[in-house]
């Protein structure tokens, strides 16, 4: 008796057609998996890049102070960066810290020279809510207690004074004359990482990076 459907139908290959399904499953499979490690591998770099970016240009603006360099037409009083990641925390902004108007130490917009406005790429940005902490130069939160050296909304500004440069970090309104060094945090969207940025009164900039990074930065002082 003929069967209706035969055991086996072979191409030219000599492979059966369950073969050759089970052959296509693996190779959807391990694509698959390529595709998912490429893109981690990508949100990776981007997450290293843009925090060695923004080390860079701390480093940057330190520069200017040092150079008393004069920017837009005027030499400002101090060279700094500010994040508030309240309005973005995509980017991040240099200025120049214009003598006699506004707030010294502190970035006022409208006022203030923008050196330069940061975006980081789309994979990466600072966390929502605290992006930063300060410490003291033992190593101890700061700005009220373990919860006090806390950066959220009131935004975070680290000035350059020439022609040292003196260092001063700062929140608004917080007085913040005890705090030693900020921690900065950046994480990388889908690796669930985070790496941090260190700064400290003395002027040295470090990056931090693996799962204990945070406290890296707090005890590094």
Known sequence: MKHIFPREIRGASGLTVLEALVVLFILTIASTLVIIDFRSSQNRFALQNSVQELALNIRR??????????????????YGIYINNSSSRTSYILFGDQSGVGTQGLYDSGTDLIIEQIKFPSRVGFPTGIFARLYNSSGIPCGGGASGNAV????????????DP?????RYPVDDSTCFKACIYVEGSGTGRQEVVGVSETGLVNIYRGTDAATLCASDV
């Open 166 to 170: 003196t260092v001063v970090i700062r």
């Open 152 to 163: 959220n909304g009131t935004g975070l500004h680290v000035t350059f004074k020439p022609p």
């Open 61 to 78: 603006v330190q520069a200017l102070a040092f150079q008393t360099k004069e920017e837009g037409g005027v030499t400002p009083a101090r």
